[in-house]
């Protein structure tokens, strides 16, 4: 009986111990650098944010946050696989989580596989073209695909991505027939419509504001609602001729299930407050973007959100990529 006793005991203890320890953990993180995963190559708008967002966050945490290109599911993979200790954390937005899975089988289920954390940044999409391309406006745009079938190319970040979608979302809706090429990253997506191999594109502002002020891409219209400050003279595509049309892209970081909720909040504090911060508000107003957070609530139920309806729209409109 002693001995069943003093086993008990010492679980006891031997519980009490891991909680504490488990506490402290808590209490200190980060105790070394988080590792940011963003599910694009450099130089994406994917990319671009999580530096931009990192860089501010990384002082509130007093740690380094390193960030990790790993392309496509692969990436989101390693965020949702990973301990749940906070060191690991995902980027995404609608394109990846919200977007992808009804379009092409993958391997996760976003509503269930991971926790979000927070939302740190709102991304029209810009309707773009290579300069040389004798389209000044969208209509002119169209008029010409309609006049060449089967001709001019529409440079995507991949299959699937959010660009990809807001891309066949404005063909279907124009009842044009480009041809669209995917490229490996929005790097290249954008390289190939500046270079000419594919004549325009259809992506996330950040990453193609830069190109436009240089003058190496034409910026024929955005996806919002309304205008945007940085370029206030370019129309929406609702306003040319497409009132239907919306599409604006949101960002935020994920963790993997099970992390602790003082762990979530911390992050969550962080991006709250890097938001506001100038640097990293100048930052995102140069790439065309709006730094925005939320409650932990708040992006999941954006997620679910647009789960359900980007789902419905692909569905309509018979989208699917393999």
């Given at each position: 009986?002693?001995h069943?006793l003093?086993?008990?005991t010492?679980?006891?203890f031997a519980a009490?111990a891991?909680?504490?320890?488990l506490?402290?953990?808590?209490?200190?993180?980060?105790?070394?650098?988080?590792?940011?995963?963003?599910t694009e190559?450099?130089?994406?708008?994917t990319d671009?944010?999580?530096?931009?967002?990192?860089?501010?966050?990384?002082?509130?945490?007093?740690?380094p946050?390193?960030?990790?290109?790993i392309?496509?599911?692969?990436g989101?993979?390693?965020?949702i696989?990973s301990a749940?200790?906070?060191y690991t954390?995902g980027?995404?937005?609608?394109?990846?989580?919200?977007?992808?899975?009804?379009?092409?089988?993958?391997?996760?289920?976003p509503?269930r596989?991971l926790?979000?954390v927070g939302?740190?940044?709102?991304s029209?999409?810009l309707?773009?073209?290579?300069?040389?391309?004798?389209?000044?406006?969208v209509q002119?745009l169209v008029?010409?695909?309609k006049?060449n079938?089967?001709m001019?190319?529409?440079?995507t970040a991949?299959?699937?991505?959010?660009?990809?979608?807001a891309?066949e979302m404005?063909i279907a809706?124009?009842g044009?027939?480009p041809?669209?090429?995917?490229?490996?990253?929005?790097?290249p997506?954008i390289?190939?419509v500046v270079n000419?191999?594919?004549?325009w594109?259809?992506?996330?502002?950040?990453?193609?504001l830069?190109?436009?002020?240089?003058?190496?891409l034409?910026?024929l219209a955005t996806?919002?609602?309304s205008r945007?400050p940085?370029?206030?003279d370019?129309?929406?595509?609702?306003?040319?001729?497409?009132p239907?049309?919306s599409?604006?892209?949101?960002a935020?970081?994920?963790?993997p299930?099970?992390?602790?909720?003082?762990?979530?909040?911390?992050?969550?504090?962080?991006?709250a407050?890097?938001v506001?911060l100038?640097?990293v508000?100048?930052e995102?107003?140069?790439q065309g973007?709006?730094?925005a957070s939320?409650?932990?609530?708040e992006v999941?139920?954006?997620l679910?959100?647009d789960?359900?309806?980007l789902?419905?729209v692909?569905?309509?409109?018979?989208?699917?990529?393999e």
């Amino acid at each position: 009986m002693r001995h069943l006793l003093a086993k008990a005991t010492a679980l006891a203890f031997a519980a009490l111990a891991a909680t504490a320890t488990l506490s402290r953990a808590q209490q200190d993180y980060p105790a070394k650098p988080i590792h940011f995963i963003a599910t694009e190559v450099v130089g994406s708008a994917t990319d671009i944010q999580a530096r931009i967002i990192a860089k501010g966050m990384a002082p509130l945490l007093g740690q380094p946050i390193e960030i990790e290109n790993i392309f496509g599911e692969p990436g989101l993979q390693k965020a949702i696989r990973s301990a749940p200790d906070g060191y690991t954390v995902g980027y995404g937005g609608a394109g990846t989580l919200a977007i992808l899975p009804h379009i092409k089988k993958v391997s996760f289920d976003p509503l269930r596989d991971l926790t979000p954390v927070g939302r740190f940044v709102i991304s029209p999409t810009l309707l773009a073209v290579n300069p040389m391309l004798p389209a000044n406006n969208v209509q002119e745009l169209v008029a010409l695909m309609k006049a060449n079938p089967g001709m001019l190319k529409m440079s995507t970040a991949g299959a699937g991505t959010a660009g990809h979608f807001a891309g066949e979302m404005f063909i279907a809706m124009a009842g044009v027939k480009p041809i669209v090429v995917h490229y490996p990253g929005g790097g290249p997506a954008i390289d190939a419509v500046v270079n000419n191999d594919s004549q325009w594109t259809m992506a996330p502002i950040a990453g193609r504001l830069p190109h436009v002020r240089s003058g190496k891409l034409r910026a024929l219209a955005t996806g919002g609602t309304s205008r945007l400050p940085a370029l206030a003279d370019v129309p929406t595509i609702a306003e040319s001729g497409y009132p239907a049309y919306s599409s604006v892209g949101w960002a935020g970081i994920y963790v993997p299930n099970g992390t602790p909720q003082p762990i979530i909040d911390k992050l969550n504090a962080a991006i709250a407050k890097a938001v506001t911060l100038p640097d990293v508000r100048q930052e995102f107003a140069e790439q065309g973007v709006e730094g925005a957070s939320s409650t932990q609530a708040e992006v999941a139920k954006m997620l679910q959100d647009d789960y359900v309806h980007l789902g419905e729209v692909a569905r309509s409109m018979g989208i699917r990529v393999e």
